[in-house]
């Protein structure tokens, strides 16, 4: 199914952050947009510019883009998801350059399903930053430059 970079935004928003509300889409909208305009490290060469849709597309970096995870036909992800208009709102927000100051220049997220967040993203790349809702989000360090 061939989708938009709009509609693969939203469907990847809701699927990723559908549960944590306008400020968790929000920042989990911004991560991408912080990805698409950084300029060292692994995210620069694969936006090449600023491509959000390589951002999303890029491989084994959003489990909702997977139809198959650990061999096993994955039932959330962005081809069954149906936005909301919320979700596309969201994304119109984000692709026209809009980041929420409560994610910084985060390019990292994860939800850890505990109530803290470790200090380091698991590879070291990343440092936190914040949590919003369930999600800890995490500003590069150093190390990222590197990937």
Not at 8 to 34: H, P, Q, Y
Not at 110 to 123: E, H, I, M
Request: net charge negative; charged share 20%.
């Amino acid at each position: 199914m061939a989708l938009d970079t709009r509609e693969l935004f939203a469907r990847l928003i809701k699927c990723e952050a559908g549960g944590e509300g306008d400020t968790g889409m929000r920042a989990v909208a911004s991560v991408i947009i912080n990805r698409s305009e950084i300029g060292t490290g692994e995210f620069s060469r694969v936006s090449n510019g600023g491509d959000v849709r390589a951002i999303i597309t890029q491989t084994c970096q959003f489990t909702c883009m997977k139809e198959v995870v650990d061999g096993t036909y994955n039932p959330q992800n962005v081809y069954n998801i149906t936005p909301d208009p919320e979700h596309y709102a969201i994304a119109d927000w984000a692709l026209s350059g809009n980041t929420d100051s409560s994610v910084g220049n985060s390019i990292f997220f994860f939800n850890p399903y505990s109530s803290n967040c470790p200090r380091y993203f698991p590879t070291r790349v990343g440092v936190i930053y914040n949590r919003v809702g369930d999600h800890c989000f995490y500003s590069p360090t150093n190390a990222y430059d590197n990937t």
